[in-house]
């Protein structure tokens, strides 16, 4: 049985030209980028270039791209940086973040560390600015507002220079989760108020364990990691060098076929909504589907029968990859926190589709057709 693999918002297949360009730093060229004869200023070099190609392609300075080891550890940086360097007494979040983010804030706000604030959300999923707004305002501490710029399950956009502009406004730091949207949209950070984002090479077709943390050079930070002197100082530890290659490899192809790439899974993405939609009797889709929404995901909430509630096992059992709640949580269903604040419907069983360039309309006549039969 053919495996039919609808869950790229999890993690995405390594596309064969990054593990080429990745290739050669896993066999022979294998020098400690900290040692100083050829073999490892080779191996420097290798990481200094990916980190001008990727600066170059989200219009960001060199000196302000970090390499981490994905968004979970980037996130965890920016935000305990900004509560423990910046002097950020009171952190803006909201209730639907990944837990990379909430868990993050909320063991500070436990810790005594800084006070944290909820934005409220509207009914379409996404962040009421007006309120953020009011947040600030009030605010007596000087505020972070961590706010994640795609949704990762219902795909919502934020309008980020909307937030930035506030928060430039009220003199606050601005961190985005961009976990989502890098190697997914163009960035161009010269041109964003924003202090922090971060990016995951596994959401693009790289490797996984390897991601970056942007630094606005304005931002001035302790070391996250003390030892060497890795990462200018910053993050020690000697660096993942063929994580590192094929981050910026990933990141080089997924710009250059962006346009064609947003097109055809955009396509793919209204099609399966509305074969959804004329087979299978009350099914509705959650967040601002078809407006300010990540083009390569579709959360679909499907009645709740005996049948449906075991939707995910079925899929599975049936070879096709899907999630219910956040992929970094699955296996344990608690459901998801995303879906409770904007739709607490306990009749209806919410199922995440994410697509990549690999997917096909035939791939995804077969999962409607299942999906049938199952419900």
């Given at each position: ?245 094929g981050f910026a490899k990933a990141l080089e192809l997924a710009t250059d076929s962006y346009d064609e790439d947003r097109m055809y899974i955009t396509v793919l993405k209204k099609y399966m909504a509305e074969q959804l939609e004329q087979n299978i009797e009350g099914v509705h889709f959650n967040g601002d589907v078809f407006g300010d929404s990540l083009y390569a995901v579709l ?77």
């Open positions: 049985m053919a495996r039919i693999y609808l869950d790229n918002a999890a993690t995405t297949s390594l596309d064969p030209r990054v593990l080429e360009a990745m290739m050669p730093y896993l066999t022979e060229k294998f020098g400690n980028p900290s040692s100083i004869y050829s073999y490892g200023r080779e191996s420097r070099l290798a990481i200094e270039n990916a980190r001008k190609s990727v600066a170059k392609i989200l219009g960001a300075h060199p000196a302000e791209i970090f390499f981490t080891s994905g968004g979970t550890e980037s996130s965890n940086t920016a935000i305990c940086a900004s509560v423990r360097d910046l002097g950020c007494r009171h952190i803006i979040s909201s209730p639907i973040e990944h837990h990379a983010t909430t868990h993050t804030v909320e063991y500070l706000s436990h810790n005594g560390e800084a006070a944290l604030s909820y934005v409220k959300i509207k009914p379409d999923g996404h962040i009421d600015l007006s309120h953020l707004e009011i947040l600030l305002k009030k605010s007596t501490e000087k505020c972070l507002v961590s706010l994640m710029h795609a949704n990762n399950e219902i795909g919502n956009l934020l309008d980020m220079h909307s937030v930035g502009e506030l928060c430039k406004k009220h003199n606050a730091i601005f961190h985005s989760d961009t976990v989502q949207t890098v190697g997914h949209y163009p960035f161009d950070l010269r041109n964003t108020p924003v202090h922090f984002i971060t990016g995951a090479g596994h959401k693009f077709h790289g490797p996984k364990g390897v991601g970056i943390l942007y630094i606005n050079e304005n931002v001035q930070i302790k070391p996250m990691i003390h030892g060497g002197s890795q990462e200018r100082n910053m993050r020690a530890g000697t660096e993942n060098l063929y994580g590192i290659v959360n679909v909430s499907f009645p709740k029968t005996e049948k449906s509630e075991m939707i995910l096992f079925n899929l599975d059992i049936n070879g096709i990859c899907a999630s219910g709640g956040s992929a970094c949580t699955s296996g344990v269903d608690m459901g998801s926190h995303v879906i409770r604040h904007i739709n607490n419907n306990p009749n209806l069983v919410a199922v995440r589709f994410s697509f990549s360039r690999h997917n096909t309309k035939e791939e995804i006549d077969l999962v409607v057709e299942k999906l049938k039969r199952m419900i």
